[in-house]
Each structure stands twice: as C-alpha cells, then as structure tokens.
C-alpha cells in the first residue's frame, strides 16, 4: 500500500505571495492532519481534516487555511506569506478521527522557503 | 492545555549500548495515549511505540521499551543493542483519548540522537 505522498516536496517562495500545498493520504485513511516543523517551535498542529470537514485547529492566523475533498486529499494554503513561514510542513493520515487504536502515518513533508 | 517536555535537546551512544530518552508530560485528562516518533534525516516520521495510558504494562516493541510513569507523568523511551540506524531525531508526543477526542498529536521538541560505531 502507497504511504502518505506530498507534493511539491520542495518550494520557495517570495514574501506576500500565496502557496498551496497538497497531500494525498493511504489508500483508505479518512483523517488527515497537518502540522509545522521548525527549528525554533518544534511541532506544531495545524489542523485536521475528517470526511471533509474541519475536525480541530491550532493556533495560528486565519492565513493558515485548508480543506479536504471527498476522496480524503488534503491541501492547506497559506496567503500572504512570511518569513516566518518557512518551515518544513508534515502532513499525515489515519483511518478515522481520534480512534483508539489509530495510528497516524507522516508523509515526507514539504519544504517551503519564504524570501 | 497538554504540555510535552523533552529536556535533553541531544544524546549520544556507542553502537551496541543501551540508551535512554526522556519525556515528561502535563495533563489533567486520565485517558490518553503517548508516542515516541522517530525521524531519521530523510525526514520521514516513523511511529516507534505506542502506549495507553489505562495499560500498567509498559509497551515493548523488538529493541524498543518505555518506562511509562503515570503519577509522575514520566514517558521515557529505553533503545536496547544501539544501531547506527538508529541515529536520528526522537519526538515524544501526546494524544487525548476521552469524548470527542481528535486525532491532533502534540509533540515535544525533539531529542537528536546520535550512534557513534
């Protein structure tokens, strides 16, 4: 079975531009869930997406958006970018939302660099 | 709001030895879940080991064990016979359980691990 694919997996960008990431979750999973990886704040959780709806949200500004569409792919978008935003962004896929014996599979992440 | 601490930023071991990894945590919830992830330099996270908060046992998977402390919200994961594949970042992480529970993951900030041979 194919594991969780991301694409680009690597992108660079110029402040105040806007940058649309996708993720194509494990044949099957319905959950998906992004976060972002810094050097300086770790791990942070994004969002997550269940059966095309907005399960939970983190903390971050309403530049931060995304959606999942019916067959579970995912994209987040990101407006008016930062410097700040640069970051590596993970995205990773379950079978369903907050089951007990779920299990969350990464996907290799994509690389943003803001200019 | 759930905290994860991970104060060692960095570890080494000799190839062969047994290494511990530390995690302490913050909640007030009694059911969770708590995980150790690993991410090599490929940057491909990696699930190591799962254990329920409501399990006394502690979970072992091949070289992999944990020291799950629930009163003192302890999470250490314990690497037996070191490999050189072994070398990468370890991320403990936390997962509530109870009603209306989601499948968002909060992490620490990573211990480094390194294996000298």
């Known amino acids: 079975k194919a594991g969780v694919t991301q694409t680009p997996r690597y992108l660079i960008k110029t402040r105040g531009q806007q940058v649309t990431l996708s993720c194509s979750p494990i044949?099957?999973?319905?959950?998906v869930s992004w976060y972002q990886q810094t050097p300086g704040q770790g791990l942070q959780f994004l969002f997550e997406?269940?059966?095309?709806?907005?399960?939970n949200k983190g903390n971050f500004p309403g530049r931060f958006s995304g959606r999942q569409f019916s067959n579970s792919r995912s994209e987040m978008n990101v407006s008016t970018l930062e410097l700040g935003d640069s970051a590596l962004y993970l995205c990773?896929?379950?079978?369903?939302?907050?089951?007990?014996?779920?299990?969350?599979?990464f996907g290799p992440g994509t690389r943003l660099t803001v200019l | 709001a759930q905290t994860v601490t991970q104060s060692q930023p960095e570890m080494s071991v000799q190839e062969a030895e047994t290494v511990t990894l530390s995690c302490t945590y913050d909640?007030?919830?009694?059911?969770?879940?708590l995980f150790w992830y690993k991410q090599p330099p490929s940057r491909q996270m990696i699930l190591v080991i799962r254990?329920?908060?409501?399990?006394?046992q502690n979970a072992t998977e091949n070289r992999f064990s944990v020291n799950f402390q629930k009163a003192a919200k302890s999470f250490s994961l314990k690497i037996s016979d070191s490999q050189l594949g072994d070398a990468a970042m370890y991320f403990c992480?936390?997962?509530?359980?109870?009603?209306?529970?989601?499948?968002?993951?909060?992490f620490g900030k990573g211990i480094t691990l390194s294996v000298r041979p």
């Open positions: 990773a896929s379950s079978l369903v939302s907050g089951a007990p014996t779920d299990t969350q599979y």
């Open positions: 997406y269940f059966s095309e709806t907005q399960r």
């Open positions: 992480a936390y997962r509530s359980r109870g009603a209306g529970a989601n499948s968002k993951l909060t």
């Open positions: 044949s099957g999973h319905r959950s």
């Open positions: 254990q329920e908060a409501y399990k006394q």
């Open positions: 909640t007030s919830e009694s059911d969770y879940y």
